[in-house]
């Protein structure tokens, strides 16, 4: 199968290419070439830039299917669109969990569940308007391709090679032991999917040819906020007390946590992925690779959670 991926030299694209490639597929890039231009030599690059709209690159070649894993508001996939035509087989769009409402939906609700409002009107992305954008393009793919559309949603994505503090932070700091502060309720549920999961799902989709909308996320067993940081613990050897703290008495948008209204949105139903074949990495192994990952990097400061002394204060 001849693959073209739009943005894969990031996290999740990285791992959809080494996934595609594991499997023997005729992967092509396509990107700026500002990151990871040591990765996946000899595999084809075409350099282009979808926030100026340069797609020229993509005028020529033909392609089975196209994974767009970097369009994020309608103008990115309308361009790309109309730059392949019908030189691709198959589109599949990696979407987002924030397209749903965040209102009216009990847990385990699936993919038939109500979506936002798409936005058109705006690319300044926020939490108001990522998701509503995300819907827009969803809706932009399925009117062009149709049964040749699929649809993913990942919730949480959490793995190696992971930007955003999320996962990496809980990992860093149970891997210390001890006292643990949680700006938050231990029994908040919480769903992250391993990485490499969800490139599993994305290529068998492709394989397959399925159309649709898959939910992806995990872990396979339902865990909280606490079940998360024992997995965390068990997985660095390490044991830890986990200690609640006020939401408030900590930076806001702390990794992972969440209020309670939003509790539904991290119970959704993975049973539509896991038939289609999306794995399930149990919490603990990814959490070790997470873990060996960022002492290999060599533990950069990370965008969001507590330093050590303002954990030290709180738990005070």
Known sequence: MRLLVLGGTAFVGRAIVTDALRHGMDVTLFGRGRTGADLFPGVPRRVGDRDSGDYAALAGGRWDAVADVSGYVPRHVGQAMDALGDRVGRYLFISSHAVYSLTGVGPGSDEDAPRRPPVRHTEELDDSTYGPAKVACEDDVLARYGSR????????????????????????????????????????????????????????????????????????????????????????????????????????????????????????????????????????????????????????????????????????
């Open 149 to 316: 559309a699929t649809i993913v949603r990942p919730g949480k994505v959490a793995g190696p090679h992971d930007w955003q503090s999320g996962l990496t932070y809980w990992v860093r700091r149970a891997a210390r032991g001890g006292r643990v502060a949680l700006p938050g309720r231990p029994e908040q549920p919480v769903q992250v999917i391993d990485s490499r999961d969800l490139a599993r799902l994305v290529v068998r989709l492709l394989e397959d040819g399925r159309p649709g909308a898959f939910n992806a996320v995990g872990p396979a067993e339902p865990t909280t906020m606490a079940g998360l940081i024992d997995a965390c613990a068990r997985s660095a050897g390490t044991r830890v007390e986990i200690v609640p703290v006020p939401a408030g008495a900590a930076p806001p948008m702390f990794p992972l946590v969440r209020p309670e209204p939003l509790w539904p949105a991290q119970q959704r139903s993975a049973a539509r992925a896991r038939a289609a074949g999306m794995p399930a990495t149990p919490l603990e192994v990814t959490a070790a690779d997470v873990l060996a990952w960022d002492r290999a990097r060599g533990e950069p400061p990370l965008e969001r959670g507590l330093t050590a002394a303002e954990e030290e204060r709180l738990l005070a």
